[in-house]
């Protein structure tokens, strides 16, 4: 695969998903401020956002605020994340991350990147989604699985790994599109560039696309 990423080529795709899909997309995951987004986020790990958005309801009735999450134990959480994969880790990484924000950050989300990479459970990619969708902070681009495939299929990367794909994303999209490319590509993942199959007849990147089976 031979890498085509450059700036004309990325304010193409950036102008036409955001035709297809809307100018500012946000995170689909229910939340009322920042607390419940790091925590619907941290769930959302290997997991749908919809599948999420079933249970998190419930938790945030029974348990309002850090504090309460901070107070529980693994197992009295699980009972409202097991259908969710990988959820005794979960159960683990939020509570930890609800102790060290009452600790470290006087009970407040941090709203840096550094202070967000201090929680437990927490990498670049929850980082990016909370720091975006709560506090309209921009400090890298979230990678999912989504934009992995897309990023990829359209040549503009040749990597899996998500870190090397930020850095490079980076690069070439504007700062104040950061927040929305990674819903745009996830947008279009979901769509119609999906990881099993790809419907490169309904895609708007068609013809511009490396990948796709359509030119039309």
Known sequence: MKKIINNDIVRLVVSRLKKRYGNEMVTS????NPWELLVATMLSAQSQDS???KITPKMF???RTVTDFALLKPVELQRYI?????YRNKSKNIINAARSIKKNFNG?????????????GVGRK????VLANA???HDGIAIDTHCITVSNRLFLLDTKDPEKIEAELMKYVKRSDWGNITHLFIALGR????ARRKFCGECVLRDICPSSTERS
């Open 29 to 32: 995951l229910r939340h009322s």
């Open 135 to 137: 506090f309209g902070i």
């Open 108 to 120: 407040k989300v941090p709203n840096s990147m550094e202070g967000m990479l201090m929680l437990p």
């Open 82 to 86: 097991k259908t969710l994969g990988l």
């Open 61 to 63: 009735k029974r348990y």
């Open 191 to 194: 769509d119609v560039c999906t």
């Open 51 to 53: 599948q999420v958005n």
């Open 126 to 129: 929850t980082a990016n989604v």
